[in-house]
C-alpha cells in the first residue's frame, strides 16, 4: 500500500454494526475493558490486601492515591470523600489507555491480520472520539448528578437561573450556563482526543521514514511522549475537580 492508504488504514478502527449512530467501534471496546482487568483489578486486590511492610505494588499504588488525594483536598476540600475516589479512577483510566500509544504501530495490524480482520485495530482507545466525548459525558453526568444529591434538586435548577448574572436577567443565566456546561464537556473530550490522536499520527509518519531516521526519531518522541500521556491524564483529573469544585460553589 503507498502512503496515504498506510496512514488511512492504521487510523480506521475495527467497527461492527450498520452505520451511524449502531456503528460500535469494537476494538476500542474491547482495548478498554481489557485495561479494566489488566491494570485497575490488581490494583483493587493489592490495596485491599495492605500490610504495614508494604510491597512494591503496594507502595507505587499508595504514591498514585497520595498524589491524586493531595490534588482533590487542595481544589475541594469540603468534598475530598467524593471527588477523590472518581478523580483516582479517572486519572487511572485515561493514564492506562493513553499508555497503549506506547505499543508500536505496526502491532494493531499484526493483530488484525491474525484474526483476519479487514481494517486495522487500533490499540490507544484514547485517539477515538467516541471514548474520550463518552468520559467528558461520564464525568458530565456524575458531577452534576453528586451535586444534586448534595444540594437537593431544587437548588441546582435555581442556579441555572440566579448564577451568574442574578435572578432579574434568568433567560441570560439559563443560556450562558447551558453554553458553559456543554463547552467544558466538549473541551474535555477534544482535548484529550486531538493530544493523543496527534500523537498516534507522529508515530504512524515515523514508522513510514526510512530505519536511520525512523529508530532515533521514535525513541526521542517516545520519551517526549510519556510525559505528554501523563500530562494528559492529570489534566483531564485536574479540569474534573476543578469543574466539581465549581458546581459545588454554585
Sequence with gaps: MNASEYVLHHLTNTQIGTGGFWTINLDSVIVTLLLGVLFIT???????????????????FEMIFEFVSNEAKSNCPSY????????????????CMNA?????????????????LHSNFKLVPTTDLNVTMGLALFTFVWINVTIIRINGLMHYITGFFTHPFGPYLFPANFLFRIVEELSKTF???MRLFGNIFAGELVFILLAMSPLYIQVPSVLLWSIFHILIIFLQAFIFMMLSIINFGLAAEH
Aim: net charge neutral.
Design 42 to 60: 490488581p490494583m483493587l486486590f493489592v490495596l485491599r490486601a495492605a500490610t504495614i511492610r508494604p510491597s512494591f505494588w503496594q507502595n507505587f
Design 187 to 189: 473541551s474535555l473530550a
Design 80 to 95: 475530598v470523600d467524593i471527588i477523590g475516589p472518581f478523580a483516582l479512577t479517572i486519572f487511572l483510566s485515561v493514564l
Design 100 to 116: 497503549m500509544d506506547l505499543i508500536p504501530v505496526d502491532s494493531g495490524y499484526l493483530i488484525a491480520k491474525l484474526f483476519n
